[in-house]
């Protein structure tokens, strides 16, 4: 099994990962000077408006954001969708953040079980290539997931 979020976390810098199923709050991953209204969590294809744009970042009360620039930072959920779908369940503090909801043009590089899917790394690179990041930093991540995806299959 891939865990493309630890390639992420050593692919990029000001990053971190927290492993578990619950935390109390949200500053208790984020850290204490962060506040939710800067961050976002991912997500796939979430609504109508998502069909006509790649990215979509809805904030709090659903309204959709234009201006971007407030994220500081993002929260991608790793694991497998039952796995996903349980952590939203149990850290209902993830609602009190902006939803970045994805409609990637592209398919995975790997099969997925939703036809939409990504792998975490791929939905960061795509999420950061959409807000502006530098272009080398989504290639980058891009780059390194498809030889992880070589050497994976060569010692299988």
Request: hydrophobic share 40%; proline share 4%; aromatic share 8%.
């Amino acid at each position: 099994m891939l865990n493309s979020a630890r390639l992420a976390r050593l692919s990029l810098k000001n990053r971190s990962i927290n492993v578990g199923l619950s935390w109390p709050n949200f500053k208790a991953v984020a850290g204490e000077t962060e506040m939710p209204s800067q961050w976002g969590i991912l997500f796939l294809k979430n609504g109508p408006e998502t069909q006509k744009s790649p990215i979509v970042v809805y904030g709090r009360h659903k309204q959709s954001l234009a201006d971007c620039s407030v994220l500081r930072g993002i929260i991608a959920i790793d694991g497998t969708w039952k796995q996903a779908k349980t952590l939203w369940w149990r850290n209902p503090w993830f609602t009190r953040l902006n939803r970045i909801s994805l409609n990637s043009s592209h398919p995975s590089m790997r099969a997925q079980v939703r036809a939409e899917g990504l792998s975490t790394i791929e939905a960061i690179a795509f999420t950061l290539e959409c807000l502006g990041e530098r272009k080398g930093i989504p290639e980058y991540l891009r780059k390194s997931y498809r030889e992880l995806i070589v050497c994976e299959s060569v010692r299988v």
